[in-house]
Structure formats: structure tokens, C-alpha cells
């Protein structure tokens, strides 16, 4: 017999009246609950002295170097993409969420959630934001960029995103506001923050004293007859229409080298250092060359780890050099051949100074130098640049 136009068919039988809405409601329920049930987790099988090997939700199979953290081989973890997992996928995991920033160099990078929230922690919403342990106190123009990016590969290492200038802008809010704009950490990582306009604040060491008087200092130094026409150059990039050549630019009206243009002042090292050491032991500093960590990265990068009480983990397996921008990048560790390199600000073009202007440079920046070398115990040499391809 034939089901009226008032009966529907469910599974062969005939389901009358209200009973068919019950029956259309529990396949939706059914199908919906597979829909969200059925998701893949990402299950990190390791031991302490293995790598570890996960997949997350995008799929993607993230490759590190072992972890010091302790916590259960089971345990399912969700992971953030951060810039290890991009480099080891092909071509990159697009973030879901967290925003893309820029920094006081201009360098392109991405921050994700677990560098700005002090609610949740990078595994199982464990850590807790702490103030830093370290700080890359400067210098503008002098690789703090590229050491901090560089850094944060490491697994016992938690860096803030964006630079925070509370030792110098922000002071003001207080302890409490800048502990919340560094990353929650676990026992035993260091978190580091890096904010370069700090080493020529005077006021910075004695305010960094009081927060804590063991906090590591790095200070990141370069050339500063390249190092001031890097910082033009970033100026220029900004879109400043109006502004003049860099020679003219250069020298004030009775001739004499503008010392007080920022661009040049902050090249003389030994002038804000002295403000350092009135504060701090010179062995709680690590100065870092820019130029080597352009040249050999792996070597700046031992030094930093060391000093910051960490394994050596970042070596010269991370790295290879590009030929186009002059600048190191880093690796994918599959072995593949897909890269890192830090954003389209690095490496851009300088512009062509005559070499009188760059001798004026040269001696006006040497005594300043010579003074610098000695307070620090290191000579970098920059004198026997002149003339040369490391000018650039």
C-alpha cells in the first residue's frame, strides 16, 4: 500500500505526522556531531633526547630540535604557527590567528598570540608572563632584528613581538603593564625583549636597574659610518618626500659634521655607553658585531646562547647566506630546498657617498671608537673598513 502525501519514507518504513520532524532532526544531529568530532589531533611522541615530530591542524609536520620541557609523551598539543613550524612546512602555514606588526626597524614580522597574551601559555595553557630575563638594549640599524628572529628559534627562549619602550616611552604604566607584554614562559626559559632606542635613553639603565639589577644586556654593534647611512636609508623608505640628500644633511652651517642629527649621534657608542656602566657591570653586557652576524650568524648566535645559560642548539646548519640581498637566512631542517629570510627591509640598496664625505665620516666616528673599544675590551676594527665592501 502506498504511503499518503501526509507519510514520508525513513529507512523503508512510513513515518507519520510529527514523528517524521523528530526523525529529520536526529540525522542533522548525527551528521553534525561527526562533522565536529572527527578532527585530527596533534600527538607529540618524543623523548628527551629526540627530536620532536608533530603534526598540527593544518596538517603540517613541525621538526625542532629536542625540548627541555617536561611534560607527558601523550598529551595532545596545539600548536600557534610560529616561524620554526613555517619554516618547516612548503610553503609556509598562513596564521589564523595573532597580527602581523612592524617593529621600530621596520622589519616585517609576525607576532602570534602566545607572544602578547599573559592568560595563556605556549603548551596546554601552561607559563606565566615574567618580567625578562634579557634585553637587546640597541643598537638601531645594528642586526637587533635579525638576532632576535634569530634567537627565538631557540626552544628554551620567550620573546616579546613587538618592541614594548617601556624603559624609554612607556615608563609610566608601570611594572605590571610591561610584564604583560611579554610571553608566558615555562620554568626555565628566558624571556628576552628587544627595544634598540633603550641604549641612547639615559635614563633606561637606572630604570632597568630597578627592575631587576641581574638582567643580561645585549648590545648589538655596527660600523657607524654604516650604520648612520642605513638609518637615512630606513628614513627615506618611510616616505619622506622633502628630505634632503644625506650629504646635506651631514653638516651644519659653520661646516662641521652635525653631531647632534640623531642618525649620527647614536653612532657614538662610547658617549651612551659610559651611562651604562655608571649602573651596570660590564660583565653583565654581550656585545654582538653586526657585521659577523651578517658574515657568520652561527658564531654571533653561539656567543648569545652561552650567555644566556642556554644549550647551543642554533648552529650553522640554520643558515645559509643570500647572494641577492647580502643577508643570512635561514633553513628549512627537512632538507628541502624552500627558505626564511627576514622581510624585504633587510639589505636595501645604500646610496652612493663620495669617498671624501665617507673619510670625514671615518675620522670624525675614530676617536669616538677608540673609546669605545676600551671601555668594552674588544676592538671591531672598523677603521680598516673604509674603502672596503664591509662599508655596506
Known amino acids: 500500500m502506498e504511503p499518503s502525501n501526509k507519510c514520508w519514507r525513513f529507512r523503508r518504513k512510513c513515518v507519520v505526522g510529527q514523528w517524521r520532524y523528530v526523525a529529520i532532526l536526529s540525522s542533522v544531529f548525527i551528521l553534525v556531531y561527526m562533522v565536529y568530532t572527527i578532527q585530527p589531533s596533534a600527538v607529540v611522541q618524543y623523548s628527551p633526547s629526540s627530536s620532536v615530530l608533530a603534526s598540527n591542524q593544518h596538517g ?6 629536542p625540548f627541555s ?6 598529551n595532545n ?28 626597524d621596520g622589519a616585517d614580522y609576525y607576532n602570534d598570540k602566545t607572544h602578547q597574551s599573559s592568560k595563556t601559555g605556549t603548551l596546554n595553557n601552561k607559563g606565566t608572563s615574567k618580567l625578562p630575563d634579557a634585553i637587546i638594549i640597541g643598537v638601531k640599524k645594528g642586526g637587533t632584528r635579525a638576532l632576535l628572529e634569530f634567537i627565538r ?14 624603559f624609554d616611552r612607556y615608563y609610566d604604566r608601570g611594572e605590571e603593564w610591561y610584564r604583560k607584554q611579554m610571553p608566558p614562559s615555562l620554568e626555565g626559559q628566558v624571556t628576552l625583549e628587544k627595544t634598540p632606542g633603550y641604549f641612547v635613553t639615559e635614563k633606561a639603565p637606572e630604570r632597568i636597574f630597578k627592575m631587576s639589577k641581574k638582567t643580561k644586556l645585549i648590545l648589538v654593534v655596527r660600523n657607524p659610518v654604516t650604520r648612520a647611512i642605513s638609518d637615512y636609508v630606513q628614513t627615506m ?5 622633502n628630505l634632503k640628500d644625506f650629504e646635506d644633511l651631514l653638516y651644519e652651517s659653520n661646516g662641521k659634521l652635525a653631531s647632534e642629527w640623531g642618525v649620527i649621534r647614536i653612532g657614538m657608542y662610547a658617549k651612551h655607553m659610559r651611562n651604562w656602566l655608571k649602573v651596570f657591570p660590564l660583565e653583565q653586557f654581550l ?8 658574515k657568520n650568524p652561527h658564531e654571533e648566535l653561539g656567543r648569545v646562547q652561552t650567555f644566556l645559560g642556554l644549550d647551543v642548539v642554533i648552529d650553522e646548519s640554520y643558515f645559509y647566506h643570500n647572494q641577492t640581498k647580502g643577508f643570512p637566512c635561514l633553513k628549512r631542517k627537512d632538507g628541502l630546498d624552500t627558505s626564511k629570510c627576514l622581510g624585504k627591509t633587510k639589505g636595501r640598496k645604500h646610496p652612493e657617498i663620495r669617498p671624501e664625505i665617507l673619510k670625514q665620516m671615518y675620522q670624525f666616528y675614530e676617536p669616538w671608537n677608540k673609546k669605545f673599544y676600551k671601555m668594552i675590551g674588544i676592538d671591531f676594527h672598523w677603521e680598516d673598513q673604509f674603502g672596503t665592501q664591509n662599508e655596506r
Open 153 to 166: 628559534l631557540h626552544p628554551d627562549v620567550r620573546a616579546s613581538g613587538p618592541e614594548t619602550h617601556y
Open 60 to 65: 603540517t609536520v613541525i621538526k625542532s630540535v
Open 287 to 294: 656585545f654582538v658585531s653586526g657585521e659577523n652576524l651578517i
Open 237 to 241: 623608505s618611510k616616505g619622506y618626500r
Open 77 to 104: 598539543l596545539n600548536f600557534t604557527p610560529t616561524l620554526l613550524e613555517r619554516l618547516s612546512s612548503g610553503k609556509g602555514v598562513q596564521p589564523t590567528q595573532g597580527n602581523a606588526s612592524k617593529s621600530e
Open 69 to 74: 620541557y617536561k611534560f607527558s609523551p601523550t
